[in-house]
């Protein structure tokens, strides 16, 4: 922006220096015009680390799962930044120009592309290129209170067809508490120190919340029980843990009680919609849908 200041001269001096002020004016050049400043060039935004995209696709692959409805995505909009995880330091993976293209492709594809065949592609295409150089990102995200509280009104804006879309597509992680724990011990039998307890601590924790719900009063207390059980059927071997499955399930089923199933699907859902909330690139993926 420029500044344009006139210079008048309207004082009354005395008659000499008038005169040749006069003189010295009649022959002065007048005065040079100097160029507008050009505006300085706005500063290129800063490159978005590769994590929080991971993680904005994450958002967008559960809107695009349950077919969010724009009223729904305004009301998460809403209450998104209060729900969100507060921000942390998350290390970036090592990975190469392939895998940046493919994440890229990927978004894209998630965000604009209208052939479900084309997005199945792109995603399969990072699956493939993240296995491949076993490039594994920070994306978990710790529930909030806030995203706890409100998970519930999200859950019951959803219709039978949304949530029936939802567990579909997520059919292999919508399991009894029992099978959850089952197969924990079978996949995980092998797993030692602090790989075994985080399997374990994960698998606790995620039980007690499809057998409890995420507000549950009884989710601590199952959460540290299903750990003791996981423990003292670890140091089974293969062929132990297949020929005690039957006892196994009944002994996992006494901690937590019956499961209703209607329950644990209801339990999954309120647990799938507060992991929406609280992750931090909510805001920005569904900023992104509802352009």
């Known amino acids: 922006m420029r500044n344009m200041m006139r210079v008048q001269m309207m004082r009354l001096i005395s008659g000499a220096m008038v005169m040749g002020l006069l003189c010295a004016g009649a022959g002065a050049a007048p005065p040079k ?9 706005a500063p290129a935004p800063e490159p978005v680390a590769l994590t929080n995209i991971q993680m904005r696709l994450n958002a967008l692959g559960m809107l695009r799962d349950m077919h969010a409805t724009k009223a729904q995505m305004t009301a998460m909009k809403k209450i998104a930044a209060q729900t969100a995880e507060p921000a942390r330091t998350r290390e970036e993976p090592k990975y190469s ?3 940046e293209q ?6 894209a594809a998630v965000l604009h592309e209208k052939d479900e065949e084309k997005v199945e592609a792109a995603l399969q295409q990072l699956d493939k290129v993240l296995e491949s150089e076993n490039v594994e990102f920070d994306d978990d995200v710790e529930l909030t ?5 409100h998970a519930g009104e999200i859950a019951k804006m959803l219709s039978a067809s949304q949530v029936a879309s939802l567990i579909a597509v997520n059919e292999e992680h919508v399991k009894d508490p029992g099978e959850l724990l089952w197969d924990t011990l079978h996949e995980s039998h092998k797993l030692k120190g602090e790989e075994w307890d985080d399997a374990r601590d994960s698998a606790a924790e995620d039980a007690a ?9 009884k989710t601590n207390d199952l959460t540290e029980k299903y ?4 423990d003292e ?18 002994s996992a089923a006494k901690i937590g009680g019956e499961s209703d199933w209607g329950q644990v699907m209801r339990n999954w859902v309120e647990y799938s919609m507060a992991e929406l909330l609280a992750n931090p690139e909510l805001s920005v993926a569904l900023n992104e849908r509802l352009r």
């Not at 919340?209 to 009063?217: C, F, P, R, T």
């Not at 843990?241 to 039957?246: I, N, Q, S, T, V």
């Open 209 to 217: 919340v499809l057998a409890d719900g995420i507000n549950g009063s």
């Open 102 to 107: 493919a994440m890229h492709d990927a978004h």
């Open 227 to 230: 750990k003791a059980w996981l």
């Open 33 to 41: 015009k100097h160029p507008a400043a050009k505006p300085a060039d």
């Open 233 to 250: 059927s670890h140091g089974l071997d293969e062929a132990q843990l297949r020929g005690k499955r039957a006892q196994l399930l009944q």
């Open 97 to 99: 120009p392939a895998v």
């Open 145 to 149: 209170e806030s995203a706890r509280q």
